[in-house]
């Protein structure tokens, strides 16, 4: 990807962002993903096709060695790669996770690990929010970071935690000031970045949670890991608006990759109603059959539309929770939509593994419910959009 010289975003670009996208996932075809699929194994060979690629540093800004490219650019990135019937929930996370980093870390942070990042050297993938005990009510969160001298002692739990295993680093939020002891329940929580490779055997056990779709997810036990004040990132106590801050360009990645998905199904789906003949005639020759996937790829042209609008009020600096909220929960509808008439379409097969309709319905169902799940967007715009009470 020569983006060096290509970096402001005309339609020719992302037309070339696009292709060039397209170039490496065809070397991933779908018996790449099946068999991945199949052993629960990690899709190691295209997160290094990726990265050496430079998608993965798509957001890192030049001067760090990225390609400074814009939050609608990396959406293109994201939305190609789940579009080719490839799963990005393998290394989404470096995508956002690095915003907190550049954001708030100190330029000694960011030259030691943007940098890296960017070359491939070091992979961010791994961020640790979720917790048994606390769900969504983050800022009850219980892991806990005491400061001894020059390091953080950090005692807890954390679950879901995608890619741990694969990561060199770890973004981890922890409350360092107890919730009896801040005025909001928003304060004294704290992000530290963890070195994982030191971490694991030394603080931090990892283990894997076999889930519905090959999505290397974990629960991590965190017993004395000790974490240098060198690797607190921001200032302690102000991590909860951190992870905010980066919450926005996470829903509109997220978005993206449902409509990926949402244009693979439709795409699956219209090409099988034309090809299966039933009763001496092509099945999508009835309306029954034509309706929901019309219906689908509608939703998905809608849902993009917004997805567009809110990366473009983040790219020019503007506000727009409002927008990647609701980007983010059409996409996701959209996309089960689709997943749905395309599973319906193709009858039988639709359950049969070689036709990979039922590995992408099990992966588009997850963005119901992670990161965010549809019921806290809905509350986010009742609350924060439409000015009712909060709920929760
Ligand atoms: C495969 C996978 C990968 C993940 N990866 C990561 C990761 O890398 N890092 C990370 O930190 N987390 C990760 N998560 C966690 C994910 O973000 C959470 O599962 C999600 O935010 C929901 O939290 P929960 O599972 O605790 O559900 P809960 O908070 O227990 O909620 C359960 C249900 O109740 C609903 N609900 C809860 N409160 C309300 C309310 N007030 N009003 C209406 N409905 C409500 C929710 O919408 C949900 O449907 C992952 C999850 C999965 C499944």
Redesign the pocket.
Known sequence: MKTTELHVSTPEFQEELRQSVRTICKDYPDEYWRKLDETNAYPEEFVKALSEAGFLAALIPEEYGGSGLSVTDASIIMEEINRSGANAGACH?QMYTMGTLLRHGSEEQKKKYLTKIADGSLRLQ?????EPNT???TTQLKTVAVRKGDKYIVNGQ?V????AEYSDLMLLLVRSTPVDQVKKRTEGLSVLLVDLKEAVGNGITIQPIR?MMN?A?TELFIEDLEVPVENLIGEEGKGFSYILDGMNVERILIAAECIGDGYWFVDRATQYAKDRVVFNRPIGQNQGIQFPIAKSYINLEAADLMRFEAARLYDEGKACGKQANMAKLLAADASWEAANACLQTHGGFGFAEEYDVERKFRETR?YQ????????IL?YVAQHILGMPR??
């Not at 879901?160 to 890619?163: A, E, G, K, Y």
């Open positions: 996370a791994a961020f640790g929010v979720t769900g969504s009510d954390k879901f935690i995608s890619r889930t999505h997810t997850l419910v992670a990161p965010i799940s549809t019921n806290l509350s709920s929760y």
